[in-house]
């Protein structure tokens, strides 16, 4: 069982519409949630984190997260065409900073 | 906002040879990272460097893979034999603390091993 799962998409939305992604994870003991996007051929930018149950909202980012259900999901409001890129759902189990990053979801928003 | 620079952006190399990728981290940062991108694959931890000293490594990070903190701005990350298989995106990340803390990220460096 991957660590960090992702559906690899392409996830394709209408220019205004809410885009939802997911992600699952394996390990109970995760304790930090990330969600970063990334550019083609670009560095990991952070969006989001999350670190207890329920919703972060972050302008129109808003992070869930189940840790009974190890789910992460996030939820972009009104997409613009330059959200389009692909979004890295990473987790952390313990006071480190190694991340365990899922394969990520390529999102295509379409004018 | 201050940014972790790399250098240099593309790197090509034959096989067998030794590369040396830089960083300068940001400068009030005290944790360091690198992390490897194979193309089309995911982000992978390699190895983090606090105090001069390496505090956790992934099983990728090897004995043909070392960091150095040569001074006090540059984070180097050698690999003393390359094989294709190291051909990769290699990013540098920093961080003020630990446990949670923002990890700000490199642009990279594109090795190529032929």
């Known amino acids: 069982q991957k660590e960090v799962e992702q559906n690899s998409g392409p996830l394709s939305v209408p220019e205004g ?14 304790q930090s949630f990330f969600w970063y996007r990334q550019y083609s051929g670009k560095s990991p930018e952070l969006i989001m984190s999350i670190y207890s149950n329920g919703d972060k909202e972050d302008g129109r980012f808003t992070a869930q997260l189940n840790k009974a259900s190890q789910y992460v999901s996030l939820l972009i409001r009104d997409s613009q065409p330059s959200d389009s890129a692909t979004y890295l ?3 952390n189990r ?8 899922g394969t990520g979801t390529l999102l295509a928003v379409q004018p | 906002e201050p940014e972790v620079t790399q250098t240099p952006s593309h790197q090509v190399t034959q096989m067998g040879q030794e590369v040396i990728l830089r960083c300068v981290p940001i ?12 193309l089309g694959q995911k982000v992978e931890f390699l190895v983090s460097f606090y105090n001069n000293e390496i505090s956790e490594k992934s099983e990728i990070f090897d004995d043909q893979f070392s960091v150095e903190r040569p001074d006090g ?16 995106m290699y990013f540098c990340a920093s961080s003020v603390g630990v446990a949670n803390e923002k990890l700000f990220f490199g642009s990279g460096t594109q090795l190529s091993v032929l």
Do not use: M, P
């Open chain 1, 17 to 30: 519409a809410i885009a939802s992604l997911n992600c699952t994870y394996s390990d109970r003991g995760s």
């Open chain 1, 89 to 91: 759902c990473a987790v």
């Open chain 1, 94 to 101: 313990d006071a480190t900073n190694k991340l365990i990053f």
């Open chain 2, 27 to 38: 400068s009030n940062h005290l944790y360091f990272y690198w992390y490897r991108q194979i």
């Open chain 2, 73 to 88: 701005s540059n984070f180097t990350l050698k690999i003393r034999s390359t094989k294709l298989e190291d051909s990769a």
